[in-house]
């Protein structure tokens, strides 16, 4: 009976330690390992004072020193060992998820370095001729539909050819300062018409600041999140850029409506061959635009929700010359 009087404490300090845990889940998660693990065992030490001091004031249940030390630091010796086991798994997948994930990378790279321009010579032969036949007054205008047709085909295929010398060799051999707004600017004027198609509204707010890159290369990253987000949007929708400064940082957040992305898709996004498209897509747009942004010393962050949209920020380092 003694046990079922005082139960209430218990329910009420769970109910508390729960609210508490779960608002401070955010700052918890962005702690580096040895943080969370020094921080989890004061809350622990924190959450068993104040179960003693509530069973000793509230039900007079003599509490004496070795009990209470036995018993804090049990907690707090428990907990920590646990939060390092978990952190420790959690970093080596993380690491082998890299490993696998370059090694990828690397296959990739040497594929598009040795055939690549094998490859686009004959393409451009190619589609030479054939601008050539199409312009002949002796051809019916049907079979120059055709001939439209396999142009248009081998344009596909050199812009493929194109995106793999590009993540084969992203190093830019110019480096310029970049103004992030002109260059926003500058992206949004190319996707206008495809937006405008696709019944997208566009909108735009940016700082102005200065960034590290190859103007052609930046345009290439963000014309293809940009295409990405209006292509998410089949039924229209908002589509928005935002440049910020944040202390030494540069961000661009590009934020769309559409149909959004589920956790096995957002975290393989950008890995060889992979596309939320299925069979339209190819996966080497967002895998040039992640080895884009690599070599810029920059990061890209993926936030999105089935149905509710995608949220990807770019950071780069943020340069004081303008």
Not at 24 to 42: C, E, Q, R, T
Request: net charge positive.
């Amino acid at each position: 009976m003694h046990g079922l009087e005082v139960s209430w404490f218990a329910c009420i300090s769970l109910l508390i330690f729960f609210l508490i845990t779960t608002k401070l889940k955010p700052f918890y998660n962005n702690l580096p390992m040895i943080k969370k693990i020094i921080f989890s065992g004061v809350l622990i030490l924190f959450m068993s004072v104040w179960i003693m001091a509530g069973v000793k004031l509230l039900f007079h249940v003599p509490i004496t020193i070795e009990l209470f030390l036995s018993y804090s630091l049990i907690q707090s010796f428990g907990i920590v060992l646990i939060v390092y086991i978990m952190e420790s798994n959690k970093e080596k997948q993380s690491l082998l998820s890299k490993i696998i994930q370059m090694e990828k990378v690397e296959v990739v790279s040497h594929l598009a370095a040795s055939i690549s321009h094998e490859v686009r010579n004959p393409l451009t032969t190619t589609r030479g001729f054939l601008q050539l036949v199409n312009e002949s007054d002796d051809i019916p205008a049907v079979e120059k539909r055709y001939i439209k047709i396999a142009m248009q085909e081998l344009d596909q295929a050199e812009s493929i050819i194109r995106n793999y010398l590009t993540f084969a060799k992203p190093a830019p051999e110019v480096i310029e300062i970049l103004n992030l707004k002109k260059e926003i600017d500058k992206a949004i004027n190319i996707i206008v018409p495809l937006a405008n198609m696709n019944i997208v509204k566009l909108s735009s707010e940016s700082e102005t600041c200065y960034i590290k890159g190859n103007t052609g290369l930046f345009q290439q990253v963000l014309v293809n999140i940009l295409k990405n987000a209006i292509e998410a949007m089949p039924s229209g929708g908002t589509l928005s850029i935002e440049g910020t400064v944040e202390k030494s940082l540069a961000k661009v957040t590009i934020t769309d409506n559409g149909v959004g992305m589920n956790d096995f898709q957002r975290k393989r996004l950008g890995v060889p061959y992979f596309s939320t498209k299925e069979i339209k897509g190819t996966g080497l747009g967002m895998m040039v635009v992640f080895r884009i942004v690599e070599s810029m010393n920059g990061s890209l962050n993926v936030e999105s929700k089935p149905g509710k949209g995608t949220k990807i920020t770019l950071i780069f380092p943020l340069n004081s010359s303008g």
